[in-house]
């Protein structure tokens, strides 16, 4: 088992340019998560999907957009990036019901 | 809104002491928690989970215990070794609610 895999590692875009950040799990579960983390602080729900099919606002949704492709891949998409989203972006999925959540190892965005 | 807080930012321990590191809740309706490590450079790594019907859990070396009157969580890692050396989350969880809530963070530093 791979468990959350992310793609790309690292990237550098310039302010209005757009990209798509990819995940994947194979362990079969039903809810994915994508958090940024800015340096020297906790991590930030941006958006989440509960199931395949479904998606919804986390705590900082504004600037970006998801796709949860099927159960296995979810998307986050920046149409136009701003500095302000420099950051690391973990992306995480959970099985059913209540329980731990596991995270990928992590895309360093940077925003020029 | 409901928020996980922790007491600390920062705290270093000489190699082969106890570290304990404190975590605040205010859901009282939470009933589950969790504790990462986020070592520098990666994604958080699940280390001990609990559920609020209990008030201690141990694992290898690390000890959750949960006082669910004052709403505290903490996680105590024996004999440190430089490996402890990283940013540990709490996070809560309620049932039926797909989102987990993450502290700040507590950077703990290992002294050779």
């Known amino acids: 088992n791979a468990g959350v895999t992310q793609t790309p590692k690292f990237q550098v875009l310039k302010t209005g340019q757009s990209m798509t950040l990819q995940c994947a799990q194979d362990?079969?579960?039903?809810?994915m998560y994508w958090y940024r983390q800015d340096p020297g602080m906790g991590l930030r729900l941006i958006y989440y999907s509960a199931s395949e099919g479904t998606t919804d606002k986390g705590e900082v949704p504004n600037g970006y957009n998801v796709s949860r492709l099927n159960k296995r891949e979810f998307s986050l998409r920046l149409e136009s990036a701003a500095p302000s989203q420099t950051s690391v972006y973990f992306c995480?999925?959970?099985?059913?019901?209540?329980?731990?959540?596991?995270f990928g190892p992590g895309t360093r965005l940077t925003v020029l | 809104g409901e928020s996980v807080g922790l007491h600390l930012p920062t705290l270093s321990v000489q190699e082969g002491d106890n570290s304990i590191i404190n975590c605040a809740y205010s859901n009282s309706a939470s009933d589950y928690f969790i504790w990462y490590k986020q070592e520098s450079g990666k994604g958080p790594q699940f280390i001990i989970d609990i559920r609020s019907n209990m008030d201690k859990r141990q694992g290898q070396r690390v000890t959750v215990l949960l006082n669910k009157t004052v709403k505290h969580l903490s996680l105590q890692i024996a004999a440190t070794q430089p490996g402890d050396s990283a940013v540990y989350f709490c996070?809560?969880?309620?049932?039926?609610?797909?989102?987990?809530?993450f502290g700040t963070g507590t950077r703990l530093t290992i002294i050779p």
């Open positions: 996070a809560e969880a309620s049932f039926g609610n797909e989102k987990l809530t």
């Open positions: 362990m079969n579960h039903n809810s």
């Open positions: 995480a999925s959970r099985g059913q019901g209540a329980g731990r959540e596991y």
